[in-house]
Each structure stands twice: as structure tokens, then as C-alpha cells.
């Protein structure tokens, strides 16, 4: 069983920092480092976006809305899913879930994702 826990969401003033993770299991470290993995976001009224993906090889992708401001990364070793989010805005604010992709297809953020975490909430006041 494939599980995803977020963590390090909370509130901050615009301009600052965070750090999201997200610790997974369910999976031996060779599927781990083959598989997609992203982080999307949800406000509330508004539908659920892709915000960063990263490839099993560590190329990454961003939506235009955080490129230049958020960093994807992960930890093989710690078998960990990391976004950093640096110079906040009030428009950041949401649920964050990271997700991961088993199946076969190209890694983007359009693709169907399999697993989903439970979401950690970020909060940025202005």
C-alpha cells in the first residue's frame, strides 16, 4: 500500500518561506526512484492545480504561477518529496497535496496521478 504524509504547511506573512514534505512508503526504494511524483494545491473555490513535478531522473516542471519562486526536489535516500516555496503571496494559499504517478507515461503535470496525500494547509497573510 502506497501511502504519502505531508507535512510543514502552516502561516506565514507574504514574502517569507516554507517548506513542504512529504515522507512516503509502501514501495521499495528501486520503484521509488523510477516513479513521478508532483505536488498540486487546492483553494478553496477554485479547482485543484499542478504546481511542480518532478521526473524519476529529477527533471523538473512548474506552473507559471510559481516558476522562479518554488523549488520540487526529493531525497531517495529518505524516500522524501520536498517543495520549497520561497517569496510567498497571498495567492499561494491553500491545501498542498503531494501525489505520485506509477504508471507509465510521460511525467507532467497533466498525467494521472495515483496516490495522493492528505494535504498540508499553507496560509499567507498579506
Known amino acids: 500500500q502506497v501511502q504519502l504524509v505531508e507535512s510543514g504547511g502552516g502561516s506565514v506573512q507574504a514574502g517569507g518561506s516554507l517548506r513542504l514534505s512529504c515522507a512516503t512508503s509502501g514501495y521499495t526504494d528501486y520503484i521509488y526512484s523510477r516513479i513521478c511524483m508532483a505536488w498540486f494545491r487546492q483553494a478553496p473555490g477554485k479547482e485543484r492545480e499542478g504546481v511542480a513535478v518532478i521526473e524519476s531522473v529529477g527533471i523538473t516542471a512548474y506552473a507559471d504561477s510559481v516558476k522562479g519562486r518554488f523549488t520540487i526536489s526529493k531525497d531517495n535516500a529518505k524516500n522524501t518529496l520536498y517543495l520549497q516555496m520561497n517569496s510567498l503571496k497571498p495567492e499561494d494559499a491553500a491545501m498542498y497535496y503531494c501525489?505520485?504517478?506509477?504508471?507509465?507515461?510521460?511525467?507532467?503535470?497533466?498525467?494521472?496521478?495515483?496516490?495522493w496525500g492528505q494535504g498540508t494547509q499553507v496560509t499567507v497573510s498579506s
Open positions: 501525489a505520485a504517478k506509477l504508471s507509465s507515461g510521460p511525467c507532467r503535470l497533466t498525467g494521472d496521478f495515483d496516490y
